[in-house]
């Protein structure tokens, strides 16, 4: 069957297939199609507006959260999805990006997504200053409780920190990995200086070497319309997607010493040994 021999990791856990506001038209009658780990999944809304996701006659556990729809097309994990607690915080702003198509490796996506290393080179102007490349030390620890990567102390100059930044900023920056393929950034927020704004990034699979990357902002940003904020962020993936697509090779390599970063990138390092030691094959290169 399919899904049957996909690498645990993926097909025993919660996969985003997009924005949940997608499938309002949605029914079993005519659902809507997608991807996931190089399979078609259908997706629909039942009378009750719950949302299902299948393929081939099989029904796999569907749930919709955050604004989005998660599918787990083998068996559930016992623990919860990922907390987001900032998308339910009074004052912040939910703020959907939707996706933009990549041909990468979702496990790529995201280490460029943890990289403050690029900030220089690929977003000059914006997340970083070609006269200023140097990261600073930061820290980077895995959560017992959680099993998820925080890197924490993170600090950047950047040029225009977010679509509301007018001037120069030192951006303090945390990031998380919750799965293999969900990530969380935390920075300054522009217009509350001691809160962090948080943006998720939820990669789907399309298969191994393409992928929809989806953006969530919680923002405190309010002098921003959604439409600006989105535009920032679409700049931003637009200027990294030319550089993923130009990966070689498109999955990334898990064997230690395979590329050694000329940046000092101690997050890429931790995220790659976490992979490993989860014995994660998908979008990875094997040994
Ligand atoms: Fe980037």
């Not at 924005?19 to 078609?40: I, M, N």
């Not at 900023?169 to 920075?187: G, I, N, S």
Request: hydrophobic share 40%.
């Amino acid at each position: 069957m399919a899904f049957d021999n996909a690498d645990p990791n993926f097909r025993d856990d919660w996969l985003t297939v997009g924005p949940a506001s997608r499938l309002a038209q949605a029914t079993a009658q005519q659902p809507r199609a997608t991807r996931l780990l190089g399979e078609p999944v259908l997706l629909w809304r039942d009378d009750q507006g719950r949302v299902h996701a299948g393929a081939g006659g099989r029904e796999f556990a569907a749930q919709e959260r955050y604004g989005y729809v998660w599918v787990c097309a083998g068996t559930p994990p016992a623990r919860p999805l990922f907390a987001f607690p900032e998308y339910s915080e009074p004052g912040r702003r939910i703020v959907d990006c939707d996706g933009i198509g990549v041909a990468v490796s979702g496990l790529r996506m995201v280490e460029n997504f943890l990289d403050m290393g690029h900030f220089s080179f690929v977003h000059p102007t914006y997340l970083g200053d070609p006269g200023r490349t140097e990261v600073a030390p930061y820290q980077v620890a895995v959560d017992p409780a959680t099993d998820e990567i925080w890197a924490t102390d993170c600090r950047f100059y950047q040029p225009r920190t977010s679509g509301s930044a007018t001037a120069g900023v030192e951006a303090h920056y945390r990031y998380r990995v919750m799965q293999p393929m969900t990530a969380m950034l935390y920075k300054t927020s522009v217009p509350r200086p001691g809160a962090l704004d948080a943006i998720g990034l939820f990669v789907q699979p399309l298969d191994e070497e393409h992928i929809v990357a989806y953006c969530l902002l919680a923002y405190f940003d309010d002098a921003t319309s959604d439409t600006g904020l989105i535009a920032f962020q679409h700049t931003i993936f637009g200027q990294d997607k030319p550089i993923l697509e130009n990966q070689r090779p498109r999955r990334l390599p898990l064997q230690p010493g395979a590329e050694f970063p000329v940046r000092c990138d101690a997050m890429s390092m931790a995220y790659r040994r976490w992979l490993k030691a989860r014995g994660v094959r998908y979008g990875a290169v094997a040994d």
